[in-house]
């Protein structure tokens, strides 16, 4: 791909992920446009600041508005990156039809729009929570992966492909644990729903590589998944604080104990490509989009965060974090 032709387009583009994002397209990439597609104009603001004299363009609106959507997408757009999402699991607990609305509902116009207006790409982001869901926003993740898997159906003979990227915790990112415990730890109790949970994770920066390699990757229906490490929740809180006292606090309604980023069904329709697993599209009727590269996984293989063969040390961590472990 010619990202130096590319006009992007990145739904959510003020949040953690659109941001870091922004950063390294421009500085490594350098695209012909990106458009901020958010609804808070405060961040808008911000985030213009931020970048000051680059080629970006803020639109401000909401996935659940269609319209808004339709004229956004009028830009020659060459790709939309979908980052823009409800996240937090005991708001979309506690909201669910706002949840729907955002995460299915928002999905279903983007898809129709991106389709309208003859889109080549977009890419969507989801989640480890989206395998076999316990809580809604895995749930309406889950149902957005299948709106856009299957949007490909409605594209039918014209160019637009979809295409979705699953993957884990992003360290340091906003509700990530990392802070928490980094606030926590000077009051010197840190406090933990399990001290057996266990999550994938990966860096803000990793998250964006594997995105834009994706994009490259993308035929239309895959659903990427990068293979990442583990980390039992308690070791990453006595390697951040390991003088503090750790408090049980229970696990929470709608909380896993341990995240999967690949069920067992799953990994009957999916392969093994350069480090990365990519399910396949069932029944791709919009066209054959056959991988010749790549392994199929064996009978009975799951991608879990608890039985994964890659645990992060907390030399790896603090690697990770950029911070002196000492």
Not at 63 to 81: E, M, Q, S
Not at 118 to 133: F, R, W
Request: hydrophobic letters at 40%; glycine letters at 8%.
């Amino acid at each position: 791909m010619d990202w130096g032709k590319q006009t992007i387009l990145i739904t959510g583009g003020t949040g953690s992920f659109g941001k870091k994002c922004t950063r390294i397209l421009l500085e490594k990439y350098k695209p012909k446009r990106i458009i901020i597609f958010s609804r808070d104009e405060l961040k808008q603001h911000e985030m213009r600041e931020e970048f000051p004299k680059s080629n970006l363009t803020f639109f401000l609106g909401d996935i659940r508005d269609r319209d808004r959507l339709y004229r956004a997408f009028k830009a020659d757009i060459d790709l939309v990156i979908h980052a823009a999402a409800l996240k937090q699991v005991p708001a979309c607990e506690y909201n669910p039809f706002e949840a729907i609305k955002t995460n299915v509902l928002g999905a279903a116009n983007l898809i129709d729009a991106a389709i309208d207006c003859q889109i080549p790409k977009v890419i969507a982001l989801s989640t480890d929570k989206a395998v076999s869901p316990v809580n809604l926003y895995g749930a309406t993740k889950l149902c957005a992966e299948k709106l856009f898997v299957n949007g490909n159906s409605y594209a039918g003979g014209k160019q637009t492909r979809f295409s979705c990227v699953r993957y884990g915790n992003v360290l340091a990112s906003r509700g990530s644990v990392v802070p928490v415990f980094l606030a926590q730890r000077k009051e010197g109790v840190i406090t933990l729903t399990d001290p057996r949970m266990t999550r994938f994770w990966m860096t803000l920066d990793q998250a964006v590589e594997f995105v834009i390699r994706c994009v490259d990757l993308m035929r239309g229906g895959e659903v990427f998944i990068p293979r990442i490490p583990s980390m039992r929740l308690l070791d990453m809180a006595n390697a951040l604080a390991p003088e503090c006292r750790i408090r049980t606090t229970g696990i929470r309604p709608g909380e896993k104990l341990h995240e999967s980023l690949l069920s067992s069904d799953e990994a009957r329709a999916t392969i093994l490509h350069d480090h990365m697993y990519v399910i396949l599209p069932d029944h791709p009727s919009w066209g054959e989009r056959s991988w010749v590269e790549g392994v199929p996984l064996p009978e009975g293989f799951s991608f879990n965060s608890d039985t994964n063969d890659w645990w992060l040390t907390r030399e790896e961590l603090f690697q990770l974090l950029g911070m002196n472990p000492g």
